[in-house]
């Protein structure tokens, strides 16, 4: 079925250091991808999305590109910030039985030290 | 606009006992959804409700009932609590059970069973 894969382990980085998580996806059909983030305590929100090949999703300074020939929607920002601290996740709309539904990877848990 | 409320935000249950977790929702969203986060698993889908009247099973549905009491609430029961089912429960909306659109989610509920 379709499915999402998120690069394995936490990630642990200097404030201004550049952030790339990777996110590939199995599916049938042209989904939609989404990333989502999780602050500490709080619920998920979205951070961006892309509804067909090529869209660049972007927002508060990260970007990803839906790039259907490698399945891919690598998240990434130039330079993060302690507040950047969180967990991330990518998620795909997901065609199952006529009612589209989110797949999403296990997450990544991305510190930033100051 | 709340968005998406949840209640309680806590609980603890002792093995056996019974509760219904509350999902409400303003934002006159056709669909709801409810899922569990446990470390190192990410999300997954217990049950979902893509329009008001109906429900489906997710991936995880095993010891849970879910209600669509009215477009807005969707409330997860579970009928006898196990150690297994201790976990992060959170609930989501969508405004249509379509590709494009994103799921807005509640604060969760963590639930202990001893």
């Known amino acids: 079925g379709n499915s999402v894969t998120q690069m394995e382990g936490p990630v642990t980085l200097s404030e201004e250091a550049f952030l790339t998580i990777n996110c590939t996806y199995t599916?049938?059909?042209?989904?939609?991808l989404f990333w989502y983030v999780q602050y500490p305590g709080e619920g998920l929100q979205l951070l961006l999305k892309?509804?067909?090949?090529?869209d660049k999703g972007s927002n508060k300074g990260f970007e990803a590109t839906y790039r259907k020939e490698t399945t891919s929607f690598h998240l990434e920002k130039g330079s993060v910030q302690v507040s950047d601290s969180a967990v991330y996740f990518c998620?795909?709309?997901?065609?199952?039985?006529?009612?589209?539904?989110?797949?999403f990877g296990k997450g990544n848990q991305v510190v930033v030290i100051p | 606009n709340a968005g998406v409320t949840q209640t309680p935000k806590f609980q603890v249950l002792k093995t056996g006992q019974s509760m219904t977790l509350q999902c409400a929702q303003d934002?006159?969203?056709?669909?709801m959804y409810w899922y569990r986060q446990d470390p190192g698993m990410g999300l997954r889908l217990i049950y979902y409700?893509?329009?008001?009247?109906?429900?489906d099973k997710g991936e995880v549905p095993n010891g849970y009932n879910v209600s669509r009491l009215n477009k807005r609430e969707f409330s997860l029961r579970l009928e006898s609590a196990a150690p297994s089912q201790t976990s992060v429960y959170f609930c989501?909306?969508?405004?249509?059970?379509?590709?494009?659109?994103?799921?807005?989610f509640g604060p969760g509920t963590r639930l202990t069973v001893t």
């Open positions: 892309a509804t067909k090949a090529d």
């Open positions: 989501a909306s969508r405004e249509r059970p379509s590709g494009t659109y994103e799921q807005y």
């Open positions: 998620a795909l709309s997901d065609l199952v039985w006529g009612n589209n539904r989110l797949a």
């Open positions: 409700s893509a329009s008001e009247g109906t429900t």
């Open positions: 599916a049938t059909g042209y989904p939609s």
């Open positions: 934002m006159n969203h056709n669909s």
